[in-house]
Nanobody, 122 residues
Framework: EVQLVESGGGLVQAGGSLRLSCAVS????????IGWFRQAPGKEREGVAC???????YYADSVKFRFTISSDNVKNTVYLLMNSLKPEDTAVYYC????????????????WGQGTQVTVSS
């Protein structure tokens, strides 16, 4: 059974950092791409970053050079390190697994975690 469990969200001041974790089970990183998405109230879910099966990373322009996606194959965990956080980064963050053909499209991802709240205060 494929499972993804996020953790690490919380409340942080603008300019601060958080590291989100996505613990996965039921598959390996060479089977599915792992994407991080976020959804703010009243907005559509958007792709933030993606780690493909071939080892490439993609980032949304709004988080490029601030966020870093990485993986630990031993722990079966994908991380999203978020630096220089801004109030507009406030959202529920989800990790998801899929074929990665359209890295920022939620429809291209089949399996989802429950989400973790990130709130950035100004």
């Amino acid at each position: 059974e494929v499972q993804l469990v996020e953790s690490g969200g919380g409340l942080v001041q603008a300019g601060g950092s958080l590291r989100l974790s996505c613990a996965v089970s039921g598959f390996t990183f060479d089977e599915y791409a792992i994407g991080w998405f976020r959804q703010a109230p009243g907005k559509e879910r958007e792709g933030v970053a993606c780690f493909t099966t071939s080892g490439y990373s993609y980032y949304a322009d709004s988080v490029k050079f601030r966020f870093t996606i990485s993986s630990d194959n031993v722990k079966n965990t994908v991380y999203l390190l978020m630096n220089s956080l801004k109030p507009e980064d406030t959202a529920v963050y989800y990790c998801a697994a899929g074929d990665g053909s359209r890295w920022s499209d939620p429809v291209a991802f089949d399996y989802w975690g429950q989400g973790t709240q990130v709130t950035v205060s100004s």
